[in-house]
């Protein structure tokens, strides 16, 4: 019973390390395979209860485990769609097969890969993975999904054919009028400032500010002060959409400042925003002059009319040009007009246990009941980490320490296999004794 218990032993050793040669193999072979993720082979005695004084060798067994927890370097690429994730969580993905046949895809977990987009505007890698996400409402926002499921995740598509368009909703005018234009005999010229804006269609407009000094007349022995500003919008023609009467101070601190502003036609002026709101043939526009007193938009000082900079949001009509997802995981598109919009948002997903997932092919994980329950954060928030954009994981294998390990297992297999030519050995003798 002994001498075949070492037997036994001596077959287990084999088979265990065996085992632990594949899985080197396996990590030597994928050295290079980016967010590979290493393989690792513990042993384990078995025990076997003697009788009599006794000893019967129990031998050994292999477990493999891959440790997915592991994460290799990242590297920098000149792919704006070459994904990893710096710190904890993963990246949803599906199969393309699956997105192309319709229907609801199965959620798989990676933690790196290069996306681009395919001849269906996918973002997909070349093993046919396609990135997952959250759809975008109109304004950029997200409406709130549930968190513990991956129903609420689409297939990132991008439509490379779709133009955008911004329409101008906020303008901020910096201009001086001259306070000479307002003392008594100066000769009343209206002065212009042409403004352009974009309508709700991408269409280029431009609205015509006219400003009008009001004349101080004798005996009055200063300026007034005073202007009327009037806006036209070329989209309508001639006719005025708003018509206000600027008033300036002339007090010591507060020279140049305006003093008042007072609506006859358009909407009221707002004193905390400093603003008027205009309806124009595209929509409403804001038009900041300034706040009373302080020192920005509209002012009054000297002999020059000098135009300043305007501000304004707004953009034509433009064509798509390129993606790029940021460390929150928005996926952003944008156009050759500078017009950025976000379309879709790329969560990361963590379990309890995540050396329990389910190894598939091309870097991919399954969730199991061993894993646990699978929760959708926004990049960045809870225990997950940041998504990268231009980077890339590298494989987590040490070949050196591969290698190290591979010469220990070739040892330690022929030990046993001497084992084993040694039992073989006695056991022939013992047949020998009958003889």
Excluded: C
Excluded at 232 to 252: K, P, W
Excluded at 415 to 434: F, G, Y
């Amino acid at each position: 019973m002994t001498i075949s218990s070492s037997l036994n032993a001596g077959v287990s050793g084999l088979s265990a390390n065996a085992s632990r040669l594949a899985s080197i193999s396996d990590n030597i072979a994928n050295s290079s395979t980016r967010g590979y993720k290493r393989v690792q082979t513990d042993f384990h005695s078995m025990v076997l209860s003697g009788s009599g004084g006794t000893y019967s060798a129990g031998g050994v067994r292999a477990t493999n485990v891959r440790l997915i927890d592991e994460r290799g370097p990242l590297v920098s690429t000149n792919n704006a769609t070459d994904l990893a994730v710096r710190g904890r969580g993963m990246l949803p993905v599906a199969s393309r097969t699956e997105v192309e046949a319709g229907g609801s895809p199965s959620m798989m977990l990676t933690t790196t890969g290069s996306f681009r987009t395919d001849s269906n505007g996918y973002l997909s890698t070349e093993s046919g993975l396609v990135l997952m996400g959250w759809p975008a409402n109109a304004d950029g926002t997200f409406p709130d999904v549930a968190r513990d499921t991956s129903s609420s995740l689409e297939p990132i598509r991008i439509d490379l054919n779709r133009l955008s368009a911004a329409p101008t909703t906020d303008i901020s005018l910096t201009a001086n009028l001259p306070a000479s234009a307002t003392d008594v005999g100066a000769t009343g010229t209206p002065v212009e400032q042409v403004v352009q804006y974009y309508d709700n269609m991408g269409r280029s407009e431009q609205l015509t500010i006219t400003y009008t000094p009001t004349v101080a007349v004798l005996p009055a022995t200063s300026g007034t002060n005073e202007w009327q500003m009037e806006i036209v919008d070329s989209a309508t023609g001639t006719t005025v959409i708003g018509d206000y009467t600027l008033t300036f101070d002339d007090a010591a601190s507060t020279a140049g400042t305006l003093q008042s502003v007072a609506t006859t036609t358009g909407g009221a002026y707002d004193p905390t925003a400093g603003s008027v709101t205009i309806n124009v043939a595209g929509g409403p526009i804001e038009i900041n002059v300034g706040v009373i007193g302080e020192q920005s938009g509209m002012s009054q000082l000297g002999d020059d009319f000098v135009p300043g900079t305007t501000v304004k949001d707004g953009n034509a009509v433009g064509s798509f040009v390129s993606v790029e997802v940021n460390e929150t995981g928005e996926v952003i598109a944008e156009y050759d007009s500078g017009d950025q919009r976000v379309i879709y948002r790329v969560p990361l997903a963590d379990v309890s246990n995540v050396n329990g997932m389910r190894a598939l092919d091309s870097q991919t994980y399954l969730p199991t009941d061993e894993s646990g329950d699978v929760y959708l954060w926004d990049a960045g928030d809870g225990p997950t980490g940041e998504i990268l954009g231009y980077a890339q994981e590298e494989s987590a294998v040490d070949v050196a320490t591969e290698l190290t390990d591979m010469i220990q297992t070739q040892r330690a297999y022929s030990s046993n296999a001497k084992v084993i030519q040694t039992v073989d050995e006695m056991l022939q003798e013992t047949t020998n004794i009958k003889r």
